[in-house]
């Protein structure tokens, strides 16, 4: 929505608000007048119903307000003698509009003074949990939001089954756009599986003050730019979504608005020299491992090298009861020539589920295989096992192609020798030619909603010939430290500025095996409660966060105490 279709929105709900309650601001002693100026009428009517005045505060709060005026609505009703459950449901039912109909034809008189206590035990309840949702969405929508990292693409960085807070203020909290959503859940209602939210009325982007502007070499959580799916690894019809609820993607900031940014064999290039990444970044490159006498996966994961696949012969004949069992433990299996092979990850085949189903399985070396090392783990496995060769996997094949940004022919790049590319800034003009307008054409139409068309080699942006275009946002440079495993910014391109969610600061919680079943979890009490950012390795901070709740507990129980 345009600030003239919200401005004409907004004097809509005035006119309706004071055609509704002019009678009953006259009833509760006040100017039928003053249920027609805004704001001034939200806070009258918080004296009316006996409610504090900052509760106007969270009428104006998106999100917020969405629980709160149906409290309000209930409240107006209850403040004319309107308590019954009927009469809840008739205010609540109609959206407010119950109230008209105490407004022209009921006769019921103002209750001054009544009391603000729930009258049952049900009430009480359920005011309780209300206050609660109130201040968790505040919190999850401007404050912290709490996220699951469910893939490897930050491996040795974040893992797969770190549970992070993520905080909202540092770059400024984005104000929602979506006016109407289903508080604290994202793009889709659980169990329900429907969308969360009404398209329109759209609130324009905005965001609250920054502490910091992002840095070079942060991790960033976003709204994937490209997303116009309902559900990940499903075929479906396109679906545009709002911004603010495009799927979320955590990543490494890797350049920032006017950096140049080149790939050259894997290894990132900003403005000309190699990046230096923090300490805690820990890229992982994919190498190819030979050993003629074949490679021990156990030897790989005395190593720490846990990110592999291992396969094992099954040497007896299985029932469908077994095969079950191994897919119900999220093993793969396969047929090669007349062999049944198991495949699975680097816990391999428990050993209860063998003796459980009688299994009878050994476990293959191959003479080639595939593995995912930082650089310095690669200088350290040749000299700890025996391998004759282990090398890099870099992509030196240079063919045209849309696989990658900016998704058009002409362009060669692929995943390890890409760029050099410059981040489009704020206020920066660039002059469009023929053999660059496929880098900002999703940009100027997508991200700055401009037409653009070319008429005989000649480019028009909102119907002006032109050859120049100057940048409305900030744009960055998202990458994964799994190089050879990470949908990124190599295939999608640039993020926006009103894309950026926040900034990771906090692991509260990390589970192996998030993805392998509740049976195969198992707590990194190494990772628990540990900072994201910062030099060194990351530390624990679990053994403070308990004393500081034991502590927390002991004053809370002394201040009972003493009231009694």
């Not at 009517?45 to 005026?69: E, T, Y």
């Not at 069992?325 to 007349?338: E, M, P, S, T």
């Not at 053999?435 to 997508?446: F, G, Q, S, T």
Request: aromatic share 12%; net charge positive; glycine share 6%.
């Amino acid at each position: 929505m345009t600030i003239s279709q919200w401005l004409l929105f907004i004097a809509i709900v005035q006119l309706i608000h004071f055609f509704g309650t002019w009678k009953l601001y006259q009833k509760a002693g006040f100017k039928s007048w003053q249920a027609a100026i805004p704001v001034y009428n939200a806070i009258v009517l918080m004296q009316i119903i006996n409610r504090p005045k900052w509760w106007v505060v969270m009428l104006f709060i998106p999100i917020i307000n969405l629980i709160i005026f149906p409290v309000v609505w209930v409240e107006i009703a209850r403040s004319f003698g309107k308590n019954s459950t009927t009469d809840t449901l008739l205010t609540l039912l109609s959206f407010g509009l119950y109230i008209y109909v105490i407004n022209y034809r009921d006769q019921s008189d103002y209750i001054e003074n009544r009391s603000l206590q729930p009258r049952t035990a049900f009430g009480e309840w359920f005011s309780s949990i209300l206050f609660a949702v109130v201040i968790a969405t505040l919190v999850h929508t401007y404050f912290i939001q709490p996220y699951i990292i469910p893939t490897g693409s930050l491996e040795k960085t974040l893992l797969t089954g770190d549970f992070l807070f993520v905080s909202k203020y540092h770059y400024g909290a984005r104000v929602p756009q979506t006016a109407v959503s289903f508080p604290m859940v994202h793009d889709t209602i659980p169990v329900a599986k429907i969308r969360s939210y009404l398209k329109n009325p759209e609130i324009p982007y905005m965001r609250l003050p920054r502490l910091q502007k992002i840095k070079r070499n942060e991790i960033v959580v976003f709204s994937w730019p490209a997303d116009t799916v309902r559900q990940f690894f499903k075929k479906e019809a396109r679906v545009d979504k709002p911004i603010d609820k495009k799927s979320n993607y955590v990543k490494r900031c890797v350049a920032i608005p006017g950096d140049t940014l080149e790939i050259i064999d894997g290894i990132i290039h900003i403005n000309g020299e190699q990046t230096v990444l923090p300490d805690r970044a820990k890229p992982l490159y994919g190498y190819t491992a030979y050993s003629k006498t074949g490679i021990s996966a156990r030897e790989l994961i005395k190593q720490g090298i846990k990110d592999l696949n291992r396969r094992f012969r099954i040497e007896n004949d299985i029932t469908q009861q077994q095969l079950n069992a191994l897919f119900a433990n999220n093993i793969n299996v396969i047929r090669q020539g007349d062999m049944l092979i198991a495949i699975t990850g680097s816990r391999g085949i428990p050993r209860s589920l063998i003796r459980k189903e009688r299994l009878r399985v050994t476990e293959l070396r191959e003479t080639k295989k595939t593995v995912f090392l930082t650089i310095d783990e690669a200088n350290s496995l040749t000299n700890n096992i025996s391998l004759d060769s282990l090398v890099r996997n870099i992509n030196q094949t240079k063919t045209n192609n849309t696989n990658f940004f900016p998704n058009d022919i002409r362009y060669n790049w692929n995943e390890d020798n890409f760029g050099p590319i410059v981040m489009p800034k704020q206020g920066i003009t660039v002059v469009i030619t023929r053999e660059n307008i496929a880098l900002y054409k999703k940009l100027i139409r997508d991200y700055e909603n401009k037409s653009l068309e070319e008429i005989n080699g000649t480019y028009y942006i909102d119907g002006k010939a032109t050859d120049t275009y100057t940048f409305e946002k900030d744009y960055f440079w998202m990458m994964g430290d799994n190089r050879h495993r990470s949908e990124d910014s190599r295939f999608w391109g640039f993020v926006p500025d009103n894309h950026i969610v926040g900034k990771p600061i906090f692991i509260w919680m990390s589970i192996d095996g998030i993805n392998d079943g509740i049976s195969n979890w198992k707590v990194r009490w190494d990772r628990v409660f540990t900072t994201t950012n910062g030099d060194g390795e990351p530390v624990s901070y679990r053994w403070h966060f308990l004393a500081g709740l034991i502590v927390y507990q002991l004053v809370v129980r002394i201040r009972k105490r003493r009231k009694k």
